[in-house]
């Protein structure tokens, strides 16, 4: 295939940034369609880039016969139709996480590929494609830690949009380290607790903020998150994996240390996840785009979503009932 062309369903925060680094920063890939319920954001969004055209409706980009790869970064709530209809079109997709928002559904979406019998998918969780995890996860590989027992994650937001709920603390927060749990450890994840401490006096009434969440693995390994959405302070990302023989750390914004007029000393810490990480991003469209010329994914797939969207439903659970709950995942067909 010559140039992959591409349509971005959704323009919002990511699906605009996705939409500028397809036609700016991707090679071998270039954006033609445009479809977002905002028509308006979405004409606004196009016009910068000559030659992407506006539809209103995201199916129409997806029947569109000039469209040969597709982008969703849509409301996760219409993910599971729009990645289904891809697939009847045998398109690839890069689909922003969650897979779908139910584990029933994300695992419809793992049969209906398998039963193209070819990869199609690739799920957005662009921190495997971090250059600081993906050395955590060759250190481990290296055997130079001994085995990994436990890993520390914290996750802290300066802020989070007003509807926010203690529930998407879970979906679209602390997703991302259930698949950096199963990238760095290689399992699953089979039970999540959650504890919810004194909240924040400074968080939306209502809001679990901070929370704690312990992740079980098959093999008796232990992961916890503290989780924390409302700092006001900056994005930190921080994960420690202890092992047998030895600890490693990434996320420590370890740039430029800078000496400034009021007598401190110290380094920036990025604002938020699109600057934190946008070298992941990048990495992971580049990778996604050039496997998709090659009819394959190289990345994070329908399982990895799936099983993704099930432990966050368990979580959801256990926030709800405060038990320790465990994680329903169906098996894995080859
Ligand atoms: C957001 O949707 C993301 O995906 C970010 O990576 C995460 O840090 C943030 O908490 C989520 O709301």
Request: charged share 25%.
């Amino acid at each position: 295939m010559q140039e992959l062309r591409v349509a971005v369903l959704g323009v919002g925060l990511m699906g605009a940034d996705h939409l500028r680094r397809l036609a700016a920063r991707t090679s071998g890939a270039r954006p033609v369609v445009v479809a977002d319920a905002f028509a308006d954001r979405a004409r606004e969004v196009a016009g910068e880039l000559p030659g992407v055209r506006v539809v209103e409706d995201p199916f129409d980009a997806i029947a569109d016969p000039e469209v040969d790869a597709v982008v969703i970064a849509t409301p996760g709530a219409t993910h599971e139709e729009l990645v289904l209809a891809c697939l009847e079109r045998e398109l690839p997709v890069l689909c922003e996480k969650p897979l779908t928002t139910e584990a029933d559904t994300s695992l419809a979406v793992v049969r209906a590929e398998q039963a193209l019998g070819r990869p199609l998918v690739q799920v957005g969780f662009m921190r495997r494609f971090d250059p600081e995890y993906a050395s955590l996860r060759e250190l481990i590989a290296s055997g130079d830690l001994g085995r990994p027992l436990l890993v520390h994650c914290a996750h802290r937001n300066p802020a989070v949009p007003a509807h926010f709920t203690s529930e998407m603390m879970i979906t679209d927060s602390v997703v991302h380290e259930v698949d950096v749990a199963r990238f760095l450890l290689g399992e699953e994840v089979t039970a999540v607790t959650v504890l919810t401490p004194a909240a924040s006096r400074d968080a939306p009434a209502g809001l679990a903020d901070p929370m704690v969440v312990l992740f079980e693995t098959g093999s008796g390994r232990l992961v916890d998150v503290e989780l924390f959405v409302t700092t006001g302070v900056a994005y930190e990302v921080r994960t420690e994996v202890v092992g047998e023989r030895g600890t490693a750390m990434i996320g420590l914004d370890t740039g430029v240390v800078r000496s400034s007029g009021d007598g401190r000393r110290g380094q920036v810490i990025t604002p938020g996840f699109r600057e934190r990480f946008a070298q992941a991003y990048d990495i992971e469209v580049q990778r996604w785009a050039d496997a998709a010329r090659r009819g394959t994914v190289d990345g994070p797939g329908t399982w990895d979503g799936y099983a993704a969207t099930a432990v966050c439903t368990a979580g959801v659970e256990a926030l709800r009932t405060g038990r320790r709950t465990e994680v329903r995942l169906a098996p894995r067909e080859a």
